[in-house]
T-cell receptor, first 110, second 116 residues
Framework: DADVTQTPRNRITKTGKRIMLECSQT?????MYWYRQDPGLGLRLIYY???????NKGEISDGYSVSRQAQAKFSLSLESAIPNQTALYFC?????????FGPGTRLTVL | GENVEQHPSTLSVQEGDSAVIKCTYS??????FPWYKQELGKRPQLIID?????GEKKDQRIAVTLNKTAKHFSLHITETQPEDSAVYFC???????????????FGTGTRLTIIP
């Protein structure tokens, strides 16, 4: 399922560092999302974008920012990483209903 | 905003038995309810969904039921098999203008283990 790709797949960083997670898709979808997955907390929406000029905060946007560089690319940045941002991060795209997830990025902040 | 609660958080069933996972939602405007399956180390994938104008939907061994009055919906898996072991997420969504149901609120997940 290479339609939605994420880089890097794993990343270990230190507190205070800036880090960017990148997402690319070849599905031609306008709608893209960033989620965070933590054990017992499910998938929580960080930011979403319905087209290149549209950016919206999700339920847990504090400490994160995003950039929609093109229809196919949506990046998530942590300006100053902190340990409680250690999690599995998923990018997703959607048509009008179904969401298609990327493989995930496992981020560890020491 | 929407709030989705999911129970149980873990579930173990003998192979061949049935499994039921339940979710409740808070926003009466929600009209689309998908279920996603996440196998170990994999990405979540849609397995079945239901819209609010339908009470039940089946796809082979899986089915979803919806009770709009009570604001709850359930996933039913019959004749469970080892490959059904995974984490299952329910979600709810309301239509955004003319765009569709793109913004989902997920439940916290149920880890289903099938015991051989």
């Amino acid at each position: 399922d290479a339609d939605v790709t994420q880089t890097p797949r794993n990343r270990i960083t230190k507190t205070g560092k800036r880090i960017m997670l990148e997402c690319s898709q070849t599905k031609g979808h306008d709608r893209m999302y960033w989620y965070r997955q933590d054990p017992g907390l499910g998938l929580r929406l960080i930011y979403y974008s319905f087209d290149v000029k549209d950016i919206n905060k999700g339920e847990i946007s504090d400490g994160y920012s995003v950039s929609r560089q093109a229809q196919a690319k949506f990046s998530l940045s942590l300006e100053s990483a902190i340990p409680n941002q250690t999690a599995l991060y998923f990018c997703a795209t959607s048509d009008l209903t179904t969401q298609y997830f990327g493989p995930g990025t496992r981020l560890t902040v020491l | 905003g929407e709030n989705v609660e999911q129970h149980p958080s873990t579930l173990s069933v003998q192979e061949g038995d049935s499994a039921v996972i339940k979710c409740t939602y808070s926003d009466s405007a929600s009209n689309y309810f998908p279920w996603y399956k996440q196998e170990l180390g994999k990405r979540p994938q849609l397995i079945i969904d239901i819209r609010s104008n339908v009470g039940e939907k089946k796809d082979q061994r899986i089915a979803v039921t919806l009770n709009k009055t009570a604001k709850h919906f359930s996933l039913h898996i019959t004749e469970t098999q080892p490959e059904d072991s995974a984490v299952y997420f329910c979600a709810a969504s309301s239509t955004i203008s003319n765009f569709g149901n793109e913004k989902l609120t997920f439940g916290t997940g149920t880890r289903l283990t099938i015991i051989p």
